[in-house]
């Protein structure tokens, strides 16, 4: 079982860089693959991105590759997610996730766990 609460969220101007932090309960986080949507108003939720949980590797959606990184930092219990470059179409409700399958980890379905979400907004 995985608890996740997410922080970091805030106002922020187009052009500056926020960075979302995931703190995971449990002794178990680093055997789960992490991942990162958001949802806008009135929009479907969105992926982000992802990083597995053994080999560190990450898959980023288009919209933000180059722009967001994510990394995890197992000995905290923490997900991150380093947004630069904000525009505002970045504006939504950033949730973390924990899932064992890192197949599908681009789908919402695929993940168990799930953060209460922090508001991400981006003045133009």
């Known amino acids: 079982q995985v608890q996740l609460v997410e922080s970091g969220g805030g106002l922020v101007q187009a052009g500056g860089s926020l960075r979302l932090s995931c703190a995971a309960s449990?002794?178990?986080?680093?055997?789960?693959?992490m991942g990162w949507f958001r949802q806008a108003p009135g929009q479907e939720r969105e992926f982000v991105a992802a990083?597995?949980?053994?080999?560190?590797?990450?898959y980023y959606a288009d919209s933000v590759k180059g722009r967001f990184t994510i990394s995890r930092d197992n000995a905290k219990n923490t997900v991150y997610l380093q947004m630069n470059s904000l525009e505002p179409e970045d504006t939504a409700v950033y949730y973390c996730?924990?899932?064992?399958?890192?197949?599908?980890?681009?789908?919402?379905?695929?993940?168990?766990?799930w953060g209460q979400g922090t508001q991400v907004t981006v003045s133009s």
């Open positions: 449990g002794r178990t986080f680093s055997r789960y693959n």
């Open positions: 990083i597995h949980w053994g080999t560190g590797s990450a």
């Open positions: 996730a924990a899932t064992v399958r890192w197949n599908g980890v681009g789908s919402p379905t695929t993940y168990d766990y």
